[in-house]
């Protein structure tokens, strides 16, 4: 069985900083295409981020370039979002998804992503 867990969520003051975690097992880690997602109530969700599977190419959103970083560690199966100079807009649930549609103008999600189960990112003004 795909074990998806997320971890790095919190609350935090506006140009804080946290780092989200997501641990996969029962996957072949190294071939999956990755990233973040993130939805805030009443709002449509977004694509943060991406890293393809050789870890050659990154993708991230205009709200997030220069703050945001991606990276993946093939050797313990676990993909970082480092968050930087965190904004109140920043404030949503976020996502780790292993296997998606990534192209150069954005990235989406597909019938056989596999998803965590969410990590709350709350930034306070």
């Known amino acids: 069985q795909v074990q998806v867990v997320e971890s790095g969520g919190g609350l935090v003051q506006a140009g804080g900083s946290l780092r989200l975690s997501c641990t996969t097992s029962?996957?072949?880690?190294?071939?999956?295409?990755m990233g973040w997602f993130r939805q805030a109530p009443g709002k449509e969700r977004e694509g943060v981020s991406c890293?393809?599977?050789?870890?050659?190419?990154?993708y991230y959103a205009d709200s997030v370039k220069g703050r945001f970083t991606i990276s993946r560690d093939n050797a313990k199966n676990t993909l970082y979002l480092q968050m930087n100079s965190l904004k109140p807009e920043d404030t949503a649930m976020y996502y780790c998804?292993?296997?998606?549609?990534?192209?150069?103008?954005?990235?989406?999600?597909?019938?056989?992503?596999?998803w965590g189960q969410g990590t709350q990112v709350t930034v306070s003004s």
């Open positions: 998804a292993f296997g998606l549609i990534y192209y150069s103008g954005g990235m989406r999600p597909n019938q056989d992503t596999y």
């Open positions: 029962g996957l072949n880690f190294d071939v999956y295409t």
């Open positions: 890293i393809t599977w050789s870890g050659g190419t990154t």
